[in-house]
């Protein structure tokens, strides 16, 4: 079987969801194939800001309303008949997400992920009703039945082995003579909750559908022409990667391209699936195919990383930096989950290159402010260059730079974004 997986950017309107029908229609097989949607555009962007409206108890069911009218232009632009069931279901789920807001659970991370799920059950209705009426034989299929998650809210933690014995029981049969099409991002709990696997998670999804059920590949479908040697927003010339070792691929997306969600490569490459990036624009070139290649282009690849902040670490009496000191500071970072990039240490203090994650800081430095002066630095970008060159190092000289590393294959350097 093969899993197609589709984001945001080609669900964002009636043209781009012509576009995936007729892609799926041309590229992808009529049975054994599992196509994983994100929400449509923004609509997760969109569903957090009403979740953020309704914690500070502003306007939000008028910023439902807008969202809903959003998507039931969408439909009156797919749908012939004015009475498809869709329309009912696109109803009833917005007076779910309503519901979900009345009952209003105290824990917010868990009210979090029963409201800005509906993005993904939204764009996969009516995605499988649009296909139906255009003749494509499948099944909507609720991804929560099957990626088996814990309870850590926001970011749950699959549980693997119960996935794949529940995939593999169930959907060997039902894919047989349609497709399935079901959401990304979501999971659900043993409580039957629905937690989210992470902003960006869809691609990770269409991994776990892959690991789980030993597919034959996974194709991710994008608005570019497949993985580049840059951000094509950020620079100008980019070239495309035909292909690259999954290591290789891990690492880009760890050091921060965007291109694809940093957890989806590893279930991949332990199965051996091979990945195809490819462009719904241009859905007829090859794109980039991430699997087990040995030959690949070493060109520069440059990753930038915004958001990042510089937190250094000196000890109060002098004393030189060594394993329990460095304990005490790892245990509180790991305590409060954050997402370390670079690190470094010198005689009597210990830095390290962060995600900007404020109001964790301010917990770590009250903390630690007995044994250690802290210093914080904002508002920086951490730029990596793979297999760089001197004229890729070139490019990055004129702001100023707050930290800079080399190792053989590796530049770093973070500076003012
Ligand atoms: N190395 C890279 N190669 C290609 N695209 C990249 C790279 N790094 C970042 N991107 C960005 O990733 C975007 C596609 O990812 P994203 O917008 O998250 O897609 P989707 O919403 O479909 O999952 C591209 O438009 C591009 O700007
Ligand atoms: N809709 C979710 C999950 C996702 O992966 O979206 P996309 O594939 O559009 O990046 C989000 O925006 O976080």
Request: with cysteine; aromatic share 12%; charged share 25%.
């Amino acid at each position: 079987m093969k899993v197609f997986k589709f984001g945001g950017a080609s669900l964002q309107n009636v043209a781009s969801i012509k576009n995936i029908a007729r892609i799926i229609q041309n590229y992808g097989p009529k049975e054994r194939l599992i196509v994983v949607l994100s929400a449509m555009g923004k609509t997760t962007d969109n569903l957090e800001s009403i979740f953020n409206a309704y914690k500070t108890e502003e306007d939000y069911p008028d910023m439902i309303y807008h969202l809903k009218k959003y998507h039931l232009s969408i439909c009156n632009n797919l749908f012939e008949n004015r009475y498809d069931r869709v329309f009912y279901r696109v109803e009833k789920l917005f007076s779910d997400l309503e519901a979900e807001f009345r009952k209003g659970d105290k824990n917010f991370a868990r009210l979090y992920d029963q409201t800005v799920c509906y993005g993904e059950l939204l764009s996969s209705y009516i995605f499988s009703a649009y296909l139906a009426q255009e003749g494509v034989n499948n099944q909507w299929l609720d991804a929560r039945k099957y990626i088996q998650t814990d309870d850590n809210w926001k970011e749950g933690i699959v549980d693997w082995a119960w996935s794949e014995k529940l995939m593999k029981s169930d959907l060997p049969d039902l894919m047989k003579g349609q497709i399935l099409v079901t959401q990304g991002f979501l999971g659900g709990t043993v409580s039957e909750k629905t937690a989210t696997l992470g902003r960006e998670g869809s691609d990770f999804s269409a991994a776990i559908f892959a690991y789980c059920l030993d597919a034959e590949s996974v194709t991710i479908w994008k608005d570019v022409p497949g993985i580049l040697n840059a951000d094509p927003r950020r620079i100008h010339n980019t070239c495309l990667f035909s292909q690259l070792p999954y290591k290789e691929a891990a690492e880009m997306t760890y050091y921060g391209a965007t291109v694809i969600h940093p957890k989806t490569i590893k279930p991949l490459a332990i199965k051996k699936i091979p990945l195809y990036v490819k462009s719904f624009i241009h859905p007829e070139e090859a794109g980039t195919c991430i699997g087990e290649v040995e030959e690949y282009d070493t060109i520069p690849a440059i990753i930038f990383k915004p958001n990042q902040s510089i937190i250094r670490f000196e000890q109060k009496d002098y004393s030189s930096v060594n394993q329990s000191n460095l304990s005490q500071v790892f245990n509180l970072l790991a305590a409060n989950n954050v997402k370390i990039n670079l690190m470094k240490s010198s005689a009597i203090s210990f830095s390290i290159c962060a995600n900007t994650e404020k109001e964790k800081f301010e917990i770590i430095s009250e903390r630690l402010s007995d044994d250690f002066y802290i210093d914080f630095y904002h508002g920086l970008e951490l730029i990596t260059i793979k297999n760089y060159n001197e004229d890729s190092l070139s490019k990055f000289s004129r702001k100023t730079i707050y930290w800079e590393q080399k190792t053989r294959n590796i530049y770093q350097i973070v500076r003012e974004s």
